[in-house]
DNA sequence: TAGATTGTTAATCGATTAACAATC
DNA sequence: TAGATTGTTAATCGATTAACAATC
């Protein structure tokens, strides 16, 4: 299996090629793939290889035979739902973020446990907290996004957890741990500030 | 020089410091911090060492000594302010992302090239885009987010550059590099998707 | 064929973990 | 002192890079 680094230099490869398969190209030579994902060429084709993806000596990859292959890694062969909990500043965003329906992902509902914010009729809905476990079970969602203040995001883990979800990811200023059977990533503003600070102050001194 | 994956943790300690100096706790063990970041002992320890951050043998670490030095670390010492760049549904939230301005973050402002979304009275105002570097220079702002669309990210980047900015956070779905003299982290929703899916199916077909 | 690029092995690099002497 | 925890060195692990034979 293949470790988080990896999977995001996969990212970076699909879309290039995308982007690569709109100007019309039909090949495509791991050192470019390189150069888009700023990347070794021997990387690319390292990661290539842990996935059993080959091209042709002299003739580097067809663009289209790669991009399908990246995609079905990626999950990008079949539609993909995501429901979010927390219907506030960033949970709303969410829901609303454009491009991702393009992308094989659909945003299936938005959850929260204040009536007030319960909307049937947006696209997607808001539904109340307790209709989470009927609405994932019954079209089988497998990832959800927390977006509910930190207080609240462990019982909302736990909730999705119980309905079946199996990726998780958390923008709740806690740090939750993957339980058993579900992987669960965090995704925390302050520790992205806090980090890009450190490096600009150390670079800073570094001069 | 420190690499990302150690400020992350150092982040983590920091948090659960805060936590523990909130239960009034004065000392604290190795042990303990790794529990709380779920991460070894020996982990700890060695960040530390790195930083030259010691405690005592047998007595561990001084809660509030800890704290401090890892909040001068991650700049926490003194006020940080962060711009934010593209007033939609990312850029608004991020805005009113709560909590940031109780550690030691503030948002001093937000920039779009759209007239309509100008409100020089909202909290953080919300400004014309030609008045980025004006306000970054007047205010030495180093920190900015980008929060626009993918074609316009590029652009945006160059007039931070331009106005000084030093550290940027990237949520335009294109994967930007760090010019010189400047940090850039990406953080691509598609692409934390994307790695959740690969996981849970990896994880899924391991079984 | 000659030349260029892959696919893979080996070498290097860096980060994490284990172990334990130092010491409070 | 005896016992527990640190701080650091050495061992391990894993990921990246370099190199080059295979081959299109």
Not at 55 to 63: A, D, E, L, P
Not at 185 to 197: D, K, M, R, T, W
């Amino acid at each position: 299996m293949a470790n988080r680094s990896c999977v995001i230099r996969l990212s970076r490869y699909k879309n290039a090629l995308n982007r690569l398969k709109a100007l019309n190209f039909v090949r495509v030579f791991s050192d470019n793939l390189a150069d888009a994902a700023g990347v070794t060429a021997a990387q690319v084709r390292k990661d290539f290889s842990l996935f059993g993806i080959t091209g042709n000596r002299r003739g580097g990859y067809r663009v289209d035979e790669l991009a399908e292959q990246l995609n079905k890694i990626l999950g990008k062969d079949q539609l993909q739902e995501v429901i979010v909990v927390g219907i506030g500043n960033i949970g709303r965003a969410l829901l609303h973020y454009p491009g991702l329906d393009k992308s094989g992902i659909r945003l299936a509902a938005g959850f929260d446990i204040d009536p007030g914010k319960v909307n049937r009729d947006s696209q997607p809905p808001a539904l109340p907290l307790e209709e989470l476990v009927d609405v994932v079970g019954r079209r089988e969602v497998k990832l959800g996004v927390i977006a509910v203040p930190d207080y609240a995001a462990q019982q909302v883990l736990e909730l999705m957890l119980s309905a079946g979800i199996r990726g998780v990811l958390n923008f709740a200023p806690i740090c939750l741990k993957s339980p058993e059977g579900c992987i669960v990533h965090n995704i925390n503003l302050e520790s992205e500030l806090e980090n890009l600070i450190y490096f600009v102050n150390a670079t800073e001194n570094a001069q």
